[in-house]
């Protein structure tokens, strides 16, 4: 039989008890009489001031609670603050940032659930006017994206690095809802009395309509029409404004819409991107309904034939060297111990993420030998998830010889487990 301090009973809601054994077993299977030992010592997941005290930065623990405990940080992917997480960020510093990203991006608006509101270059926010949201009605990438409303609720981000009017993209996906004419997608300019480029979709014919503001007091182009039916329905399009130095071109789901041959710089003077509403005129012109995702402005022409949209997020963090850093982004992540030189799972690094094992099913066309048929089978209910990629060819034996499919025919597949809610310690 255990006893417990009674000094020490009335710290139980707030203590771990850890029993540690202090038996043997002898030579003939008989444990020896040693007692057990039960020490109280504070729980390292309280609410409490000394809340995960002896536990050092950077260590990764799951609770079964939807907030993290005091102390403790969500290890969702946020960027936060170096100053504010000094231990944290000496811990683990910039290993879940990428370091790859393009330095000719100047803004990076993903609106997604991972990032909110914050532009992954500088770390600022963009600003919502009126009832404009973050949503989960429609997204493109992950479970949210920025929805604007008509009547003045809209969305504006000022650019913290100088527009270049010599050579630039914008770019980015909406959903259009067709609720104003034009309906408006973007404007460059939120406050200056000249200057701006705006793009919206005529009402009627569901064409692109482009105003680029000239550098004296005239435009370059006003409210010009490209191809009809470039937006015939309410979905996702991926946009792309750009300018080479020579020609204006834009594109709708990588598809050329427009083109305006010039020299002419439009006259961009605030630096201000606008969501849904005029560029020149943000107050009074009427902004309309809509979703919008992962939007980029570049300071050079990134597209100058047709090509194919991306097939997933631009960039995953900011650059090294700012305010911010990365955490660990671990929903819905297994763990893998790293390999440190064991060569099991050799040419790692410490951070690195890693994909599932793909599983082929049958794809409905030409028929795979010896797979789950995904046409027959509910296959979530047998734990199949859709393929990690969405741009890969698999090479497979059906019933008249060899064929060539998609990531359709492809599912990862994984083990039983939990759901807990990973944190970071700060």
């Known amino acids: 039989m255990y006893s417990i301090n009674p000094e020490k009973e009335s710290q139980m ?20 009489t040693n007692p057990v030992r039960i020490e109280m010592n504070q729980c390292c997941c309280d609410d409490g001031a000394n809340s995960g005290a002896s536990v050092p930065s950077g260590a990764i623990q799951y609770f079964a609670r939807k907030e993290a405990p005091a102390g403790w940080i969500k290890a969702d992917g946020s960027l936060v603050s170096k100053q504010q997480y000094a231990s944290l960020y000496q811990a683990i510093g910039d290993m879940f940032a990428n370091k790859e990203m393009d330095t000719d991006i100047q803004a990076l608006l993903k609106f997604d659930d991972r990032n909110k509101l914050i532009d992954l270059i500088s770390g ?21 994206s920025l929805q604007t409303k008509a009547k003045g609720n ?23 809802m067709f609720t104003g004419h034009p309906n408006w997608i973007f404007g460059m300019n939120a406050s200056a009395p000249w200057g701006e480029i705006g793009l919206g979709i005529h009402s009627q ?3 692109p309509m482009v105003w680029l503001a000239g550098p004296g007091s005239g435009f370059i ?18 946009i792309a404004l750009c300018y080479d130095g020579a020609t204006y071109r834009l594109f709708v789901d990588g598809k050329l819409a427009w083109s305006l041959k010039t020299e002419l710089k439009v006259n961009i003077p605030d630096n201000t991107i606008v969501f849904s509403v005029d560029g020149h005129d943000p ?32 960039g995953s963090s900011r650059p090294e060297n700012t305010e911010l850093f990365q955490l660990p982004d671990l929903r819905g992540e297994f763990i893998r111990g790293w390999d440190d030189g064991r ?25 795979a030998v010896g797979v789950i048929d995904r046409k027959s089978n509910n296959l979530l209910e047998l734990g199949y998830e859709p393929a990690t990629s969405s741009s890969v060819q698999v090479h497979k034996l059906t019933p008249s010889g060899q064929a060539v499919g998609d990531a359709q025919s492809l599912r990862s597949i994984r083990p039983r487990n939990l759901a807990l809610l990973a944190c970071i310690k700060a």
């Open 154 to 176: 809209y969305a504006r981000f000022t650019v913290q690095s100088k527009f270049n009017p010599d050579a630039f993209t914008i770019e980015g996906w909406h959903y259009p």
């Open 343 to 367: 060569k099991v799972d050799a040419g790692r690094v410490l951070g690195s993420a890693q994909a599932s094992t793909q599983a082929l099913v049958d794809d409905d066309v030409a028929l």
């Open 283 to 314: 107050i009074y012109a009427d902004s309309a309904g809509g979703y919008f995702q992962d939007w980029m402005i570049s300071k050079k022409c990134r597209y100058q034939a047709e090509f194919t949209p991306p097939g997933e997020q631009t």
């Open 205 to 207: 014919t569901k064409a």
């Open 221 to 238: 182009c006003e409210g010009v029409q490209g191809q009809a039916n470039a937006f015939p329905e309410a979905r996702w399009y991926h």
């Open 124 to 144: 600022k926010e963009a600003v919502l006017v009126g009832t404009a949201n973050l949503s989960t009605e429609q997204s493109k990438f992950g479970k949210t």
């Open 13 to 32: 809601s707030n203590t771990t008890v850890c029993i540690t054994p202090q038996f043997q077993v002898n030579v003939l299977g008989q444990a020896e």
